[in-house]
């Protein structure tokens, strides 16, 4: 018990949690998360190196495809050395500062996948609504614009929580509650006044809320111009191009949401059920999104397709 401090002194060392009860189970429980790990990789990368290399996929959509991939990517780069250490080698412990650095990434990302979303909403929403001006309001030069503001408002919006949490005295508590650093799970460790950090954390997450609104509302006029079309088959063929997008952000935003409610007004939950649904959400958006653009794009499908007739021809 002595790693668990209640002294006065200033804390050197963090400790996160595995899976409550699994711990004599962790190299059976690093097995699937590897997998996972492995198939989120090369899934992304896979669809990364078919928009670079394929000029037919260079247009608004893929671009901003893209833009999610690198998301995901980097939501698994910054998730993956804690969780595999703990499940492995049994290595808990971490440095302040390294937690502190991984969960800036770890909220970067999060907050740029969001942000990817709604800007995907907002491309259904102008190739549905407005069709005929899609190209001339959606240029290259515009999304990649659009791609460097976005990255840049999610770079300084967590910007500060470095800082903050750097400035808290950590002297009670060690123990995080998660195999990976957040800044509301770092900010609780604190024996210092976290206020600062309480009320700047809220503001993010009204960001968060935000955004999803925004989808909302982006889906609630799509809908109502779907809907004035006569003919059927068309309402479901313009609405079957929104169903890859509604997926993702469902994957996304389900476990947010689920793990607010839980820590809201589920206190006294099982521990285990807070851990495994940040895990849920840490891990499967990066592993599910480009299995769903995979099978649902029609583009992306073929040109695998087409890749692999060619490897297996070639053999």
Known sequence: MSIFNTSETDI???FLIGIPGLESANIWVSIPICLMYIVAIMGNCTILIFIKMEPSLHEPMYYFLSMLAVSDLGLSFSSL????????FNA???SPNACIAQEFFIHGFSAMESSVLLIMSFDRFIAICNPLRYASILTSTRVIKIGLVFSLKNVLLILPFPFTLKHLRYCKKNLLSHSFCLHQDIMKLACSDNKINV????FVALTGILDITC?????I???????????????????NTCVSHII??????????????????????SPVVKILMADVFLLVPPLMNPTIYCVKNQKIRNLILVKLLRMCGSQ
Do not use: D, H, W
């Open 248 to 269: 993702a952000v469902l994957i996304f935003y389900v476990p947010i949401i689920s793990l607010a409610v839980i820590y809201r007004f589920a206190k006294y939950s």
């Open 92 to 94: 808990p412990r971490i």
């Open 81 to 88: 050395p804690t969780m595999l250490r703990i499940c492995l």
């Open 12 to 14: 050197a060392t963090f």
């Open 215 to 219: 989808i909302f509302m982006s889906y």
């Open 221 to 239: 006029l799509i809908l109502k111009a779907v809907l004035s079309i006569a003919s059927q088959n068309e309402r479901l063929k313009i609405l």
């Open 199 to 202: 009320i700047y954390g809220l």
